[in-house]
């Protein structure tokens, strides 16, 4: 099948060419425009609680809100609000009021219950239309105005104005990720370029995976994906775009090098150019679209978390994956048909000749002779790292972890945590409902809060809550000691949900929700994921791999192989962040990330070796001999693949924020140890132990005497790479 493929590309390679640019430009050029969604209730299922909660909410006090932005004021010498100051900011408030600002409904003046104890800080929350929260850039703008317009109105006065707020966090973040993605992006440029040139030592193989992924698969994947994303009416997350050029650069970088190395072996053996591109086509087209079978399996079975986060992610990245991979299998090897071998290896002299270096040769042979001692040490490396894991604490302060803390929306959130309670920018709230549609009776109201305030975790609880016109809903403000986002808020939220359903009086049902709550459901809609996701995508890829290697053992294997790296990535980063670094937690979504990168990515270099330990078995050499065979020549492609992978990764740990630092180290450390740990050692080694065992019920162990490609079995020189 993939030598007809590669017959066909070499015949047409102009045609394939034309046909690539045609399509990325129509795709690119008429694709919709997908703003990305910020609001983390947005993307929970409407069973959860705290949604269920919102609903309420804005049913029974529809004039009510939950603050978008937070206008902080304090004088400039940092010293108690003074009458004049407070004049001064019911004027600023006021004029904010006055400019009618596109979609800010309400700025509420400063009192006395916003008025820090010390009378140091003083506080004005703002409503911002909702529908604009669900438009990230929108939103931002939004914060911009009001913070440029308060900064205005506050020069001329001894007082500091500054925003804060979910819809400043916007704007920081905006500006923050802007130029984390400028670096992240020319930082990957760089390194593929750099790395790939230095490895076959020439200019334009440097450049060719650039060309390949960013100027063809890249504006065509967005293109795809915007169209999938409206057709179906999907969400769509900020993150998307700076790991989307990790992705399509990574596994398109990947791929190129999987058929780069094939082709120059092939060219070494004796083949002429575009024979060589057939049968390099031919040999490692079964590898690639494996490889991105599973990653694309892996990705699309986010489509079943809680999530909307990740539901928006998984398809998205599907899709990159494919259309990157049908690149490599068509776009590349039709660029290598029609430009000349010497041009593509300029200006190296010698890329014709054998190397001298001889380490993957020794590295095949400590395999082949000792095989169990090598998958007794490299899985040994695997399980001692995975005991960090244990220690795994998930931490929800995306905002602050994603932005540097000299962020004006940070800054203001350090303040409010400092001047009122930690709790206070964002309380939660009980709604007490009557079920039969009656008045609520107001006698029960002060010791109902009672109650409520002495759940653990909890500052104060409103003993007067606000009453909806109908009278069958009470809103009782809950203000926790600590910050909503923190796992001591999140933690009391239990406590609280508890307290507040079997408290409620007779005939009543309490609802309980707020920042705090959502980030609670957040964390057992995660939890569901895992139970869920995890296990489909195993089995998914399990299949994959039995039909790519026609076997039901090695596929077993390899998936164990799999899974020791992801709970060693986890391990490492838990260690590293948490007991040395002594950060409370990481970010709770850095396990379905590394789930994501080291697993489903991860598993290339596996597919890889094995599809070339199975290829040598199949030309009559025994286990072992294959297993040594496989590391000469699939070695050094597994280390430059994943070395550029890891590298790629490591980028993002120069965008200067907690969240991109954990990411960067947990992904380039996981993909190091998917190449060098398990594709190098664990696998080969196994195979070797195994035999013939490995390929069971199939024949993949058989000599193969079946017809093959013209040149395909020219006589290859020793030492070939």
Known sequence: MFHRLGHFVVKRAWWVIAAWVIGMIAIAATAPKISAQTDEASFLPKHYESIQAAELQEKAFPTSFTPSAFALFERNDGGALTEKDKADIAKITQGLTDKKIESVQQVVPVSEDTT???????????????AKQQDSKKFGDIAKQIRDDGKALAQGTDVKFQLGG?????????????????????????????????????????????LVSLMFAMPTANGVINYVTKAFDLDSTPILSAILIVVVLGVGTDYFLFLAFRYRERLRAGDDRKTAVVNAV???????????????????????????????????????????????????PALLAVIPAKAVFWPGKKWMEEPSDARFTALGKVVEKRPALV??????????????????????????????????SMVVQDKLAHGFSAGAADPAHVY??????????????????????????????????????????????VMFNDKPESNAAIDAVTDLRDVAHEKAPAGTEAKVGGMSAIYKDINLAMTHDYQLVFPVAGLLILLILGLQLRSVVAPWYLMASVGLGFSATLGAATVLFQNIKGEPGMMFMMPILIYLFVVAIGTDYNILIIARLREEARE????????????????????????ILAASFATFMLAGNVFMLEFGFAMAFGIAVA??????????????????????????????????AVGERAPEPAGRI
């Not at 992006?185 to 030592?201: D, E, P, Q």
């Not at 399980?383 to 994603?402: C, E, K």
């Not at 002060?446 to 003993?463: N, R, T």
């Open 620 to 643: 009559g050499r025994s286990p072992r001999e294959a297993a040594r065979e496989a590391l000469r020549h699939g070695g050094p492609t597994v280390a430059a693949a994943g070395f």
């Open 282 to 332: 031919g040999r490692v087209g079964e590898a690639i679209t494996s490889a991105a079978g599973a990653v694309t399996i892996a990705f699309a079975a986010l489509i079943l978390s809680s999530l909307g986060m990740f539901k928006a992610l998984g398809p998205a990245l599907a899709i990159a994956v494919v259309v990157t991979a049908f690149a490599a299998l068509t776009l590349a």
């Open 432 to 477: 007490l409902t009557n079920k039969s549609g009656a008045k609520l009776d107001p006698a029960a109201f002060e010791s109902y809060a009672a109650e409520l305030g002495k759940v653990k975790g909890v500052a104060a609880a409103a003993p007067k809550p606000k009453v909806s016109d109908d009278g069958v809903t009470a809103d009782f403000t």
């Open 375 to 408: 998958a007794v040490a490299s899985g040994g490396v695997l399980v001692a790292l995975s005991l960090g894991a244990v220690n795994y604490n998930g931490f929800f302060d995306l905002a602050g972890s994603s932005m540097p803390k000299t962020a004006e």
């Open 116 to 130: 820090s104890k010390s009378g140091q800080y003083a506080l004005s929350p703002i409503a911002i239309d909702k």
């Open 675 to 708: 190449a060098f740990v398990m594709a190098m050692f664990f696998t080969p080694a196994l195979t070797a132990l195994l035999g013939k065992k490995a390929w069971w019920p199939g024949h993949g162990a058989m000599p193969d005497h079946g017809p093959e």
């Open 166 to 210: 979910p819809a400043a966090q916007a704007l920081d973040q905006q500006d923050a990720s802007g130029s984390a993605e400028a670096v992240i992006g020319m930082a990957t440029v760089l390194l593929v370029a750099i790395i790939v040139g230095i490895i076959f030592r020439s200019v334009l193989a440097g450049v060719l995976p650039l």
